[in-house]
T-cell receptor, first 109, second 115 residues
Framework: DAKTTQPPSMDCAEGRAANLPCNHS???????VYWYRQIHSQGPQYIIH???NNETNEMASLIITEDRKSSTLILPHATLRDTAVYYC??????????FGAGTTVTVRA | EAGVTQSPTHLIKTRGQQATLRCSPI?????VYWYQQALGLGLQFLLW???????NRGNFPPRFSGRQFPNYSSELNVNALELEDSALYLC??????????????FGEGSRLTVL
């Protein structure tokens, strides 16, 4: 049911920026894109969401392309504690959020 | 402020038995969502309750059911347990029914093992 696609895994060096891509070419014009992450065996944690403007908070930045077909989550200075599965998801019309397989991000020292 | 709490943390049952999992949302949150996460897999949407009513359910058989109480806490029941029901069951709550704020608050989950 998920309308987003992400790479299955990626590595990142500690202290460097991590750029996580997400394709969502079929979402409609009024559907938000949400990002969550799940650290091993814990409940998922909300990171950020956006519609068409770029967004930034204390955790990350979200860059959404002008055509809204893709977005990138940026962790500006990755730490070992950012190692997690990152989910890019779109809200479906019936208000549920469907989580796909996500991207497993491994931050290496 | 207390977060979403789930109980029990771990539960072991045998095939054919029934399991009951409980969830207390954050105070003031009226929407409760249930997800199933089998080992190594993503989250599968199970059920959504809001204001005491079931609003939506995922592609799960009827033996997965639940309810939401007047205090907005929720219960998930799984009848006639099968081995493949072994999973982490996650509950989340939201202040905003329409999820316009984008934020679901998740509990730490209940791990169900079916032997």
């Amino acid at each position: 049911d998920a309308k987003t696609t992400q790479p299955p895994s990626m590595d990142c060096a500690e202290g460097r920026a991590a750029n996580l891509p997400c394709n969502h070419s079929t979402i409609s014009g009024n559907e938000y894109v949400y990002w969550y992450r799940q650290i091993h065996s814990q409940g998922p944690q909300y990171i950020i969401h956006g519609l068409k403007n770029n967004e930034t908070n204390e955790m990350a930045s979200l860059i959404i392309t002008e055509d809204r077909k893709s977005s990138t989550l940026i962790l500006p200075h990755a730490t070992l504690r950012d190692t997690a599965v990152y989910y890019c998801i779109a809200k479906e019309p019936d208000y549920k959020l469907s989580f796909g397989a996500g991207t497993t991000v491994t931050v290496r020292a | 402020e207390a977060g979403v709490t789930q109980s029990p943390t771990h539960l072991i049952k045998t095939r054919g038995q029934q399991a009951t999992l409980r969830c207390s949302p954050i105070s003031g949150h009226t929407s409760v969502y249930w997800y199933q996460q089998a080992l190594g897999l993503g989250l599968q949407f199970l059920l959504w309750y809001d204001e005491g009513e079931e609003r939506n359910r995922g592609n799960f058989p009827p033996r997965f059911s639940g309810r939401q109480f007047p205090n907005y806490s929720s219960e998930l029941n799984v009848n006639a347990l099968e081995l493949e029901d072994s999973a982490l069951y996650l509950c989340a709550s939201s202040l905003d029914r329409g999820l316009d704020t984008g934020e679901l608050f998740f509990g730490e989950g209940s791990r169900l093992t079916v032997l």
